[in-house]
């Protein structure tokens, strides 16, 4: 319950891009010591699924660093984008995973 409270909490912070544009840059999603890493589905098997989030960005790669920031939040190790929409604005659907 804690976990859907906080992905709802980030989830306004990513529809207000003035609350968005006020945190930090993200550092990079391969960076291991400080972000999730994105992954593929088929490497998740035997890793525990933690959460899901969805969301929007102007593109993919804002979206993708939305991602991962907000896996990072979540304490998530990895996220695997589930889907993945760019007509006009990239919307999407990504798990986290430990």
């Known amino acids: 319950m804690k976990k859907m409270i ?9 529809a207000m891009p003035a ?14 010591s400080r972000s999730a890493v994105k992954m593929h ?10 959460g899901q989030i969805s969301g929007s960005a102007s593109t ?3 979206l993708e660093a939305k991602f991962a920031s ?7 190790k990895y996220f695997v984008i589930t889907s993945l929409n760019t007509d006009n604005h990239a919307y999407g ?3 986290f995973y430990n």
């Not at 544009?21 to 960076?31: F, I, L, R, W, Y």
């Open 93 to 95: 659907t990504a798990d």
């Open 41 to 50: 589905e088929a490497d998740m098997k035997g890793h525990m699924k933690v």
């Open 6 to 14: 906080l992905i709802s909490a980030l989830l306004c912070g990513f």
């Open 60 to 62: 993919g790669d804002d």
């Open 70 to 76: 907000a896996a990072t939040m979540m304490g998530a």
């Open 19 to 32: 609350a968005f544009a006020a945190t930090a840059p993200v550092t990079g999603a391969q960076e291991v």
